[in-house]
């Protein structure tokens, strides 16, 4: 009785693995998208968020009418500097890669936790429209009060590169003439014979 159940138990787990992987082979696109956003904070005390959207068609066949929408940016904390928050192309082949990139200003102090975009796309098999979504972006914290970041100082290294380069060649002479070699020490050691 047991071995019965054994038995048809690990059938119907080879016919659940086979037609698993007969879908997945299956001549469908296949749509994987990456949203990310940088920070960048004006003089004018406004900070510009650049957000860009990759999405990439890893199936195996053609997306028909992709249509990206990202609507998470709202209208009374951003403002759009360049580009749109939606975008549609006419088709994505298999394995091929879209980008798409705005830019938003921000004058308002605030912690934004932005939503994923959306991706409608057509497959000519199916009548309903198919939805995928990019990935989350991490909180944005808009005109916060960072420390001021260490910056390299390139005027110093252009005013005193020189002498610091004339010195330190010069140190490093002093020192390999008062510094006996290894060789000559170990020639002087040996006795005449």
């Not at 082979?25 to 510009?48: C, M, Q």
């Not at 066949?61 to 940016?73: F, G, K, P």
């Not at 260490?150 to 390999?176: M, N, Q």
């Amino acid at each position: 009785m047991a071995n019965s159940i054994g038995k048809s138990l690990i059938c119907a787990l080879g016919a659940l693995f086979l037609l698993s992987s007969t879908l997945a082979s299956s001549d469908a696109p296949f749509i994987v998208a990456h949203k990310k956003a940088t920070l960048n904070r004006l003089k004018s005390g406004a900070e510009r968020i650049t957000v860009s959207i990759d999405i990439y068609n890893q199936g195996f066949s053609t997306a028909y009418d992709v249509s990206l929408t990202d609507d998470s940016w709202s209208k009374d904390v951003f403002n759009t500097v360049t580009g749109n928050t939606s975008k549609s192309w006419e088709r994505l082949d298999a394995g091929s890669v879209v980008s798409h990139s705005f830019e938003l200003e921000s004058r308002e102090k605030t912690l934004f936790y932005g939503t994923p975009a959306v991706i409608t796309y057509r497959v000519p098999t199916k009548a309903a429209l198919q939805e995928a979504y990019t990935t989350p972006i991490l909180p944005l914290d808009i005109l916060a009060d960072r420390p001021p970041e260490k910056k390299f100082e390139w005027r110093l290294l252009a005013k005193y590169g020189s002498l610091i380069s004339v010195i330190s060649i010069v140190v490093l002479f002093i020192y390999l003439l008062a510094t006996p070699s290894k060789s000559g020490a170990a020639k002087g050691s040996k006795k005449k014979r």
